[in-house]
């Protein structure tokens, strides 16, 4: 079992940056891949970046390249989604989600365990 819970998501200025914090918790953690999701407005569920079970290889969406990184803390604990240059389309609920392989996430986006989310919303 693992929990989830993320944090830093708030009102921001278009063209500001957020971090965002996936604190992992549970059996086993550290062997868990992460995937970071939102949920835009009337919208469904967009995968935005992955990081492998080995806490280095990482995958980006194509609609967020260049802006959204993904990252683990030194602590293994924490996963990051770094956000520059955050635009009004931005504006959503992000979640982050973990299952044993990045492989799964990647072919199903059906990851086993889901956090709470947070509110990002990009004022222009």
């Known amino acids: 079992q693992v929990r989830l819970v993320e944090s830093g998501g708030r009102l921001v200025q278009a063209g500001d940056s957020l971090r965002l914090s996936c604190l992992q918790s549970?059996?086993?953690?550290?062997?868990?891949?992460v995937a970071w999701y939102r949920r835009l407005p009337g919208r469904g569920r967009e995968f935005l970046a992955g990081?492998?079970?080995?806490?280095?290889?990482?995958t980006i969406a194509d609609s967020v390249r260049g802006r959204f990184a993904i990252s683990r803390g030194t602590a293994n604990n924490t996963v990051y989604l770094q956000m520059d240059n955050l635009e009004s389309e931005d504006t959503a609920v992000y979640y982050c989600?973990?299952?044993?392989?990045?492989?799964?996430?990647?072919?199903?986006?059906?990851?086993?365990?889901w956090g709470q989310g947070t509110q990002v919303t990009v004022s222009s």
């Open positions: 549970g059996r086993a953690y550290r062997r868990y891949a």
């Open positions: 989600a973990a299952d044993v392989q990045l492989r799964a996430i990647l072919m199903t986006h059906r990851p086993s365990y």
């Open positions: 990081i492998h079970e080995d806490g280095k290889t990482t």
